[in-house]
C-alpha cells in the first residue's frame, strides 16, 4: 500500500512463528530474522525508500492483549517504533479484509469483533506496535448486514500513543569541521526543536540549516541531496553531543530506563498554499522527513506530525481539538492531496515530568498490489544489497 506516497510492504502471511510478546518478538526477529526485512527492503526486491510492516495476529501476545493485531514495521536500518503512515495502511487492509466476503488475504485469528460505530460511520480497529496501543478508526460504506469496505471520501485516523516536547529552542554550535555542510556558510549556531511522537526527532527549519526558506516547495535532486547531507551530519553532531553528556540527555522516556535513539529529522519551512482549497482545515505546515539510515518520507510523516503537534501545543500554537494540516513536498505538488491531519485530542501525565498530548492523526491510504515474494537459498545477491555502498563494508 501507499499513504501518501509512503510505501508499506506488508507481510501478512509467511513470517516465521515469533514466541514471546510483541517487544520481544522485535528482538527475536531483530537477532534471527533479519534476513527477511533485508530480503523485502534493499535491492533487488525494495530499495533505499522502502519500508515495510509485519503483521502479528496472536494478540493474545500483545502487552495490551487488547489489540486486534500487533505490527512490527521495517524501515531500511532496522525496527522502528512507530509508524503513522504504514498504521493508515494497515488499519484500511485490516477492515476491508474483515469486511470483505470473498478474496480474504487473512482472517484476524481471535475473531475479535471489529466495532462498528454506527453515528460515524467508522470501524474501530486497535494495532499494538511496538511504542504502544494506537486506536485506529477507518470510515466504511456498509455493502450488506455483515460486509463493507473503506469510504474513501473520508480520512482513516488513529489517536496516537502519549507525545511530548522533550526540547524546545535548543541551541548547538556546528564548530567540528567535519560535521559542517556548505550551506551553513560562516554561522556554526543551528536552533532547533526535539518532541517524542512514538520515536525521537529533531525539528528544524530549512532556514536554520542555511537553505532558502522555500526549498521544500521546489525539490529537486540535488536540493534533497543536499538537504539530506545537511540532516545527516547535524544528526551526527545531536547523537555526539548525547554521547558526551550522557546526562543531559534530551531522549529520555519515563517507560525505559536507557536513552532511547534518535529516529528522524525533520525539515520545515513556511507553507504558502492555502489548505481549505483541499477541503482541509486551513493552517498549515510544511516539512521533509529523513529517517532511519537517511530514509526520505514521502508522506508527511505520522508520528512525525505528532511530535510536532506535541510541540505546537506545548508553544501555545494550537489548542485542543484544533485540527492542522501538515504538507509533504509531494501533497503540495499534489495540490494538497496526501497531507496529514493533526489535532491534539487530550493531554496526560506520562510521568517524570512529562505533560504529554494524545494527538489524533488523519490521513487517506491506497492499495498498490499484492506479491508472493521468493528468496532461494544459495542467491547469494538476491539476500539484499545495496548498489551505492558497494564500496564499503556495512551491511544492512
Ligand atoms: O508516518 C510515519 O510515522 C513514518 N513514515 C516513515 C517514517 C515514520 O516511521
Known amino acids: ?93 485490516i477492515v476491508d479484509q474483515a469486511g470483505s466476503s470473498d478474496k480474504k488475504l487473512f482472517v484476524l485469528d481471535q475473531g475479535k469483533d471489529l466495532i462498528y460505530d454506527p453515528k460515524t460511520g467508522e470501524m474501530a480497529v486497535d494495532l499494538h506496535v511496538p511504542c504502544g496501543l494506537v486506536a485506529a478508526k477507518v470510515p466504511v460504506t456498509l455493502t450488506s448486514e455483515d460486509t463493507w469496505k473503506t469510504d474513501m471520501s473520508r480520512m482513516t485516523s488513529y489517536d496516537s500513543v502519549p507525545s511530548w516536547e522533550a526540547h524546545s529552542s535548543m541551541c548547538t554550535d556546528i564548530s567540528e569541521p567535519s560535521l559542517r555542510w556548505p550551506e551553513l556558510g560562516d554561522r556554526s549556531k543551528v536552533w532547533y526543536d526535539a518532541a517524542y511522537g512514538g520515536a525521537f526527532y529533531i525539528v528544524v527549519s530549512a532556514k536554520e540549516l542555511g537553505f ?19 540532516t545527516r551530519l547535524f544528526k551526527e553532531d545531536f547523537n555526539r553531543y548525547e554521547d558526551a553528556f550522557p546526562r543531559l540527555t534530551r531522549l529520555l522516556h519515563p517507560d525505559y530506563p536507557a536513552k532511547q535513539e534518535l529516529y528522524g529529522t525533520i525539515v520545515t519551512s513556511p507553507c504558502n498554499r492555502p489548505s481549505a482549497e483541499a477541503g482541509l482545515p486551513p493552517n498549515a505546515d510544511l516539512g521533509l522527513c529523513f529517517f532511519a ?36 513536498p509531494l501533497s503540495i505538488a499534489h ?39 521468493v528468496i532461494e537459498n544459495d542467491d547469494e545477491i538476491g539476500k539484499g544489497f545495496w548498489f551505492d555502498e558497494l564500496g564499503q563494508t556495512s551491511k544492512n
Open 1 to 93: 500500500m501507499h499513504t501518501s506516497g509512503e510505501p508499506t510492504r506488508i507481510v501478512y502471511s509467511g513470517y516465521p512463528e515469533l514466541p514471546g510478546k510483541l517487544l520481544q518478538q522485535r528482538e527475536e526477529a531483530i537477532a534471527h530474522h533479519d534476513h527477511i526485512r533485508r530480503a523485502l527492503i534493499c535491492e533487488p526486491r525494495g530499495h533505499r525508500e522502502m519500508y515495510g510492516a509485519v503483521l502479528c495476529r496472536r494478540t493474545e501476545l500483545t502487552e495490551s492483549g487488547k489489540a486486534h493485531v500487533g505490527v512490527l514495521f521495517l524501515t531500511n536500518d532496522g525496527y522502528s517504533t512507530m509508524c503513522g503512515h504504514a498504521t493508515l495502511a494497515l488499519a484500511r487492509l
Open 335 to 373: 495540490g494538497g492531496e496526501g497531507a496529514f491531519v493533526g489535532e491534539v485530542i487530550d493531554t496526560e501525565d506520562v510521568g517524570g515530568g512529562i505533560n504529554a498530548v494524545k494527538v489524533k492523526i488523519s490521513g487517506k491510504a491506497r492499495y498498490t498490489g499484492c506479491s508472493s515474494f
Open 212 to 230: 532558502v526558506t522555500d526549498v521544500l516547495e521546489s525539490i529537486t535532486p540535488s536540493t534533497l541531496a543536499a538537504l539530506s547531507n545537511a
Open 293 to 328: 539510515n537517511q530514509q526520505v518520507d514521502r508522506s508527511p510523516t505520522g508520528s512525525g506530525v505528532q511530535a510536532r503537534v506535541a510541540l505546537a501545543f506545548g508553544a501555545g500554537k494550537v489548542g485542543m481539538n484544533e485540527p492542522r494540516t501538515y504538507h509533504s
